[in-house]
């Protein structure tokens, strides 16, 4: 069974940088294009970023476009997502997701519990 599970979250101050990881248990995240997703309260899911199975292509929402870098470190088995210049509109519970192609297409398939990031001075 995937399971996925993120870190890296927390409370920084506007204009700061957070690095989130997304990481797999008996699973090779490479297999698959990742997903990044947030959500604030009240708020639909956004999703913001993704990256391909071979790191050939990325994707970004227009809302981090410029300020997130979305990445992978193999050695590792995670996907980083790299945030600067952090606004308080940031602020949200953020997800990763696994895609069930090796390609960034429309469909998720597994998701991790999330984690919280708080951008607020």
């Known amino acids: 069974q995937v399971q996925l599970g993120e870190s890296g979250g927390g409370l920084v101050q506007p204009g700061g940088s957070l690095s989130l990881s997304c990481a797999a248990s008996?699973?090779?995240?490479?297999?698959?294009?990742i997903h990044w997703f947030r959500q604030a309260p009240g708020v639909e899911r956004e999703g913001i970023s993704c990256?391909?199975?071979?790191?050939?292509?990325?994707s970004y929402a227009d809302s981090v476009k410029g300020r997130f870098t979305i990445s992978r470190d193999n050695n590792k088995n995670t996907v980083d997502l790299q945030m600067s210049s952090l606004k308080p509109e940031d602020t949200a519970v953020y997800y990763c997701?696994?895609?069930?192609?090796?390609?960034?297409?429309?469909?998720?398939?597994?998701w991790g519990q999330g984690t919280q990031v708080t951008v607020s001075s």
């Open positions: 990256i391909s199975a071979n790191s050939g292509s990325t």
């Open positions: 008996a699973f090779n995240l490479d297999t698959y294009a």
């Open positions: 997701a696994t895609d069930r192609y090796y390609f960034c297409s429309g469909y998720q398939q597994s």
